[in-house]
T-cell receptor, first 113, second 113 residues
Framework: GEDVEQSLFLSVREGDSSVINCTYTDSSSTYLYWYKQEPGAGLQLLTY?????DMKQDQRLTVLLNKKDKHLSLRIADTQTGDSAIYFCAEKGAAGTASKLTFGTGTRLQVTL | DAGITQSPRHKVTETGTPVTLRCHQTENHRYMYWYRQDPGHGLRLIHY???????DKGEVSDGYSVSRSKTEDFLLTLESATSSQTSVYFCAISSRDGNYGYTFGSGTRLTVV
């Protein structure tokens, strides 16, 4: 099956930028997503990008997509302690109702003072 | 999340007993999914449904069954619970083909002793 990989842990200082990276193997990916999970909670959709785009910005969040290298990144500007959470990358394969999301293992972001 | 609830939130059960987890939605979405979350594995799809009485297997379906007799309810049953099924279970819903992401419930933490 298709694979999505992320590094397990990232630590940044408050006020710095965070960059969380993700690689995937599905060359037919149509949409890619970033989800945030706070302790004891479900996953919250942060943003998504269509595969024919290479960048999407939404307030402090910037998503970069390199389709050739199958690499997705999430940049959080001015990282705050409230950004501490697990971040999941996910991809959706070829268009059609049979296509489900495949998730990465998640990156735990720790924000230090 | 508003519109999707899971019950129970926590459960401890003994090996060999049957267990049923419930997912209820008020969004009238066609698609519903059950995932399990385990450290080092991210989220893995167990089963999904694309309509009443229409279900299919995901990547880790062994030992699980599902039923969907109404649009709003999707039940996950562990026929005979094993310790390897100790996990956090998440239900998710999506409209149509899910291009704009899934909405997740708050999860059920299941411990099999």
């Amino acid at each position: 099956g298709e694979d999505v990989e992320q590094s397990l842990f990232l630590s940044v200082r408050e006020g710095d930028s965070s960059v969380i990276n993700c690689t995937y193997t599905d060359s037919s990916s149509t949409y890619l997503y970033w989800y945030k999970q706070e302790p004891g909670a479900g996953l919250q959709l942060l943003t998504y990008i269509f595969s024919n785009m290479d960048m999407k910005q939404d307030q402090r969040l910037t998503v970069l997509l390199n389709k050739k290298d199958k690499h997705l990144s999430l940049r959080i500007a001015d990282t705050q302690t409230g950004d501490s959470a697990i971040y999941f990358c996910a991809e959706k394969g070829a268009a059609g109702t049979a296509s489900k999301l495949t998730f990465g293992t998640g990156t735990r972001l720790q924000v230090t003072l | 999340d508003a519109g999707i609830t899971q019950s129970p939130r926590h459960k401890v059960t003994e090996t060999g007993t049957p267990v049923t987890l419930r997912c209820h939605q008020t969004e009238n979405h066609r698609y519903m999914y059950w995932y399990r979350q385990d450290p080092g594995h991210g989220l893995r799809l167990i089963h999904y449904s694309y309509g009443v009485k229409d279900t299919d297997k995901g990547e880790v379906s062994d030992g699980y069954s599902v039923s969907r007799s109404k649009t709003e309810d999707f039940l996950l049953t562990l026929e005979s619970a094993t310790s390897s099924q100790t996990s956090v279970y998440f239900c998710a819903i999506s409209s149509r083909d899910g291009n704009y992401g899934y909405t997740f419930g708050s999860g059920t933490r299941l411990t099999v002793v």
